[in-house]
């Protein structure tokens, strides 16, 4: 299991711009599919985006295709998701997690999490 610890959240506008980082630690980050997910109190938890180890591959869930960017920076054993074009919909606690094979469009191939960051967007 590697250590993820999500940050950049916060409070912003609809229509603005927010981006999330993923610092992983404890094992080799480049070995993992990295994905980020959301959860709204009540709800079950929502997959975003997905990039894969070699940065080949992405994934994005429909309702945030063409506003959101995941991206990773191995040497810095970091994700990121760009967000832009924000709205209210897009509120959660959005966590990061790793995983070594499977479709990462479905959180139960992640092996490790991070705790979440808080993004709120306001109208």
């Known amino acids: 299991q590697v250590q993820l610890v999500e940050s950049g959240g916060g409070l912003v506008q609809a229509g603005g711009s927010l981006r999330l980082s993923c610092a992983g630690s404890?094992?080799?980050?480049?070995?993992?599919?990295m994905g980020w997910f959301r959860q709204v109190p009540g709800k079950e938890r929502e997959f975003v985006a997905a990039?894969?180890?070699?940065?080949?591959?992405?994934y994005y869930t429909d309702s945030v295709k063409g506003r959101f960017t995941i991206s990773r920076d191995n040497s810095k054993n970091t994700v990121y998701l760009q967000m832009n074009s924000l709205k209210p919909e897009d509120t959660a606690v959005y966590y990061c997690?790793?995983?070594?094979?499977?479709?990462?469009?479905?959180?139960?191939?992640?092996?490790?999490w991070g705790q979440g960051t808080q993004v709120t967007v306001s109208s």
């Open positions: 997690a790793a995983s070594t094979a499977g479709d990462p469009r479905d959180s139960r191939v992640f092996s490790s």
């Open positions: 990039i894969s180890w070699n940065i080949v591959s992405t």
């Open positions: 404890g094992r080799t980050f480049s070995s993992y599919t």
